[in-house]
């Protein structure tokens, strides 16, 4: 069974102070390793798609990394505005549906 | 990023009362899914739908929840007979335009709530 699991649970950075967010994944296969931004209430918002180790994808103050174990999400100098909940997912090779398997995500807050 | 509509926003029910939810794919995709997440846990998989036929569904995909496509672009998850338990949030979610068919766009989301 498809696995992810996200650390830490919660992370409280000042502005400008960065970090990184983990996510480690158990799969038969990787097809992809998806991560999304949630703000509360709200549907998760999709940021990148990373296929094979090594990879790596960039977006304004984000950075996601992948290994054949695990995937980090690098914030640089955060500001307030990405106080979010980031979530991490898996799509196994294969599946028959496509299915996304999510780990129970980071609460990030960033204090100014 | 390509955008999913979703209708109510929110609805409350009363326990056994039948409920359906609707969803506006990206337009032209013959794949959808359906997930869920209860207050304060994990975004679950519930059902992936291709070409008007159920391809995978989950545990909690039981016997009271069905999926349709009624019409052309809108596709509905029905829920037969609530139970306080089926409160949470419900997305739907469609593949994006292009090359990249691995990853799901998100609608905003139904919050269900069972009295």
């Known amino acids: 069974e498809d696995q992810v699991t996200q650390s830490p649970e919660a992370l409280r950075l000042q502005e400008g102070e960065s970090s990184s967010l983990n996510c480690s994944y158990t799969?038969?296969?990787?097809?992809?390793l998806f991560w999304y931004r949630q703000d509360p209430g709200k549907g998760p918002e999709f940021l990148f798609t990373?296929?094979?180790a090594g990879e790596e994808k960039e977006k304004e103050r984000l950075k996601a990394t992948l290994t054949k174990k695990e995937s980090f999400l690098h914030i640089t100098a955060p500001k307030p505005e990405d106080s979010a909940t980031y979530l991490c997912a898996v799509q196994a090779a294969g599946a028959a549906g496509n299915k996304l398997t999510f780990g129970g995500g980071t609460r990030v807050l960033v204090k100014p | 990023e390509p955008e999913v509509t979703q209708t109510p926003s929110h609805q409350v029910t009363q326990m056994g009362q039948e409920v359906i939810l609707r969803c506006v794919p990206i337009?032209?995709?013959?794949?959808f899914y359906w997930y869920r997440q209860i207050l304060g846990q994990k975004v679950e998989f519930l059902v992936s739908f291709y070409n008007n036929e159920i391809s995978e569904k989950s545990e909690i995909f039981d016997d009271q929840f069905s999926v349709e496509r009624p019409d052309g672009s809108n596709f509905t998850l029905k829920i037969r007979s609530t139970k306080l338990e089926d409160s949470a949030m419900y997305f739907c979610?469609?593949?994006?335009?292009?090359?990249?068919?691995?990853?799901?766009?998100f609608g905003p989301g139904t919050r269900l709530l069972v009295l």
């Open positions: 337009s032209n995709h013959l794949y």
């Open positions: 979610a469609s593949p994006g335009t292009g090359a990249v068919q691995e990853t799901q766009y």
């Open positions: 990373l296929y094979s």
């Open positions: 799969v038969s296969g990787l097809r992809g």
